[in-house]
Nanobody
Framework: QVPVVESGGGLVQEGGSLRLSCTAS????????MVWFRQAPGKEQEAFSC????????YTVDSVKGRFTISRDNAKNTLYLEMNSLKPEDTAMYYC???????????????WGQGTQVTVSS
């Protein structure tokens, strides 16, 4: 069983919105910091938004700040990513991971999901 599973990706037009979810099972969700990564074809993987285990602290990179919002519901063992005003350059495979945050969104990630594809058409 995969400890974390992403869902909610799909094809959307430029300017549209999507909400990604990352549901954890078999682990104590509130014991882990969480991060969203993305990787576009031919590009390096990018950790762009992260949240502390309590949910009281988040960090989002400037390129998506104001458009993407990370949140979590520990009672539901679920991490969320609300994505608005999507752009073609947001097209990528999106992954969540659970582990320990060090600084900004760098950390040690113990559990990874298999990813969900987001495609934004122009």
């Amino acid at each position: 069983q995969v400890p974390v599973v992403e869902s909610g990706g799909g094809l959307v037009q430029e300017g549209g919105s999507l909400r990604l979810s990352c549901t954890a099972s078999g682990l104590r969700f509130d014991g882990y910091d969480m991060v969203w990564f993305r990787q576009a074809p031919g590009k390096e993987q990018e950790a762009f938004s992260c949240i502390r285990r309590s949910g009281d602290s988040t960090y989002t990179v400037d390129s998506v700040k104001g458009r993407f919002t990370i949140s979590r519901d520990n009672a539901k063992n679920t991490l969320y990513l609300e994505m608005n005003s999507l752009k073609p350059e947001d097209t990528a495979m999106y992954y969540c991971a659970a582990g320990r945050l060090y600084d900004y969104c760098s950390g040690s990630w113990s559990y990874w999901g298999q990813g969900t594809q987001v495609t934004v058409s122009s």
